[in-house]
């Protein structure tokens, strides 16, 4: 049986506490970074969310987020400097309210409540 990481608050907080340490390190690292995008953020990430935006957020999609990401956004931070957003992959993380910057066409709000095709 596969425990889902909402049931292990603990391990969650443990993990999210290295990963903001570790952004904390690259962010700090002189010099221009190396890896794709990140000469945008930098490393860098907006403050947290607080739990009424994430919940407002999730209500107005029709959506509820993953408890990795929810604790991501509301414990380490969101969104970003860069010009996608913070840090992350490629050019970083977009905050909740340029959930579409990427998408191509003309996304809705419910367009993250619709079932994904098989």
Same mark, same amino acid.
């Given at each position: 049986?596969?425990?889902?990481? $909402? /049931?292990? %608050?603990?391990? !969650? +907080?443990?993990?999210?506490?290295?990963?903001?340490? #570790?952004?904390?390190?690259?962010? +700090? *690292? @002189?010099?221009?970074?190396?890896?794709?995008?990140?000469?945008? &953020?930098?490393?860098?990430?907006?403050? @947290? !969310? =607080?739990?009424?935006?994430?919940?407002?957020?999730? $209500?107005? &999609?029709?959506?509820?987020?993953?408890?990795?990401?929810?604790?991501?956004?509301?414990?380490?931070? &969101?969104?970003? =400097?860069?010009?996608?957003?913070?840090?992350? =992959?490629?050019?970083? !993380? &977009? +905050?909740? #309210?340029?959930?579409?910057? +990427?998408?191509?066409?003309?996304? /809705?709000?419910? *367009?993250?409540?619709? @079932?994904? %095709?098989?």
């Amino acid at each position: 049986m596969t425990v889902g990481l $909402e /049931d292990r %608050p603990d391990d !969650l +907080s443990a993990r999210l506490t290295r990963v903001a340490a #570790k952004l904390a390190t690259a962010a +700090s *690292m @002189p010099g221009d970074p190396v890896m794709f995008g990140a000469t945008t &953020h930098r490393f860098r990430i907006g403050p @947290p !969310l =607080p739990q009424d935006a994430v919940v407002a957020f999730e $209500e107005r &999609h029709g959506v509820g987020l993953p408890a990795d990401y929810r604790g991501f956004i509301t414990t380490v931070g &969101h969104g970003g =400097p860069g010009r996608f957003g913070g840090a992350g =992959p490629f050019y970083g !993380l &977009h +905050s909740l #309210k340029d959930w579409d910057v +990427s998408l191509w066409g003309a996304p /809705d709000t419910t *367009m993250l409540s619709r @079932p994904f %095709p098989a």
